[in-house]
Nanobody, 126 residues
Framework: QVQLVESGGGSVQSGGSLRLSCTIS????????MGWFRRAPGKEREGVAA???????NYADSVKGRFTISQDNAKNMSYLQMNSLKPEDTAMYYC????????????????????WGQGTQVTVSS
């Protein structure tokens, strides 16, 4: 059974930083995509960043240059470093994992990810 557990959320002032972590267990695919999504109140779920098993990354335009996704395969963990946070980054953040086919780019579409964590709240105040 695949389990993903997020941590690292919290409250921060505008311009601050947070690092989210995702611990993954039971995920056996060697070719995969790991992603971070978020959902703000009253808004649709939004893809934030994704990283493939070979290290290729993909970012939403709204976070490019501010957020960095990474992974530690030895520890089965994924990270999202968030810098220069803005109030509009306030949301519940979810870690997700999915099987990747061949060398396809990891798209920021929730349908491409079959396993999800419970989420961690990020609140950015102005």
């Amino acid at each position: 059974q695949v389990q993903l557990v997020e941590s690292g959320g919290g409250s921060v002032q505008s311009g601050g930083s947070l690092r989210l972590s995702c611990t993954i267990s039971g995920f056996t695919y060697s070719n995969y995509c790991m992603g971070w999504f978020r959902r703000a109140p009253g808004k649709e779920r939004e893809g934030v960043a994704a990283i493939a098993s070979d290290g290729n990354t993909n970012y939403a335009d709204s976070v490019k240059g501010r957020f960095t996704i990474s992974q530690d395969n030895a520890k089965n963990m994924s990270y999202l470093q968030m810098n220069s946070l803005k109030p509009e980054d306030t949301a519940m953040y979810y870690c997700a994992a999915g099987r990747r086919f061949y060398s396809a780019r990891c798209l920021l579409i929730h349908l491409g990810f079959g396993a999800w964590g419970q989420g961690t709240q990020v609140t950015v105040s102005s």
